[in-house]
């Protein structure tokens, strides 16, 4: 089931592995993780979700890069609110992220308690 997003002009986050975001520059487009594949779409969050989302399901993972996205610069029909966890509405992206779309790329250090270290406040593309 799709939905409407809050704001479909703020920034969307992926949490993607160091190699898959040099891959990424090398072929000029983000393809995403082998679970995202697997699913047939990229999984996004919004600011709200991300930080539960990596404590849900990438805690303890290193490499991790979060991707901030302008998901005005996706390809028209590719990103899709749908419901997930809990209910709550979540960015989908069905098919490649392209490169102009990306606004910044940040490393994600873990915390001695296995869990990501985000920005503060995250990135917004607005700089």
Do not use: C
């Amino acid at each position: 089931m799709s939905g409407t997003p809050p704001d479909a002009s703020a920034p969307i986050y992926h949490l993607a592995k160091a190699a898959g975001w040099t891959q990424a520059l090398a072929d000029g487009a983000y393809a995403g993780l082998e679970a995202d594949r697997a699913d047939g779409f990229l999984h996004f969050s919004t600011a709200d979700q991300i930080a539960e989302s990596a404590r849900r399901h990438r805690a303890g993972e290193p490499d991790l890069m979060l991707l901030t996205v302008d998901p005005g610069k996706l390809p028209a029909g590719t990103l899709k609110w749908e419901r997930s966890r809990g209910g709550k509405l979540f960015p989908h992206l069905y098919g490649s992220a392209p490169m102009e779309a990306v606004l910044s790329v940040d490393p994600l250090p873990l915390g001695p308690d296995g869990l990501h270290r985000f920005p503060n406040p995250l990135p917004d593309g607005a700089g």
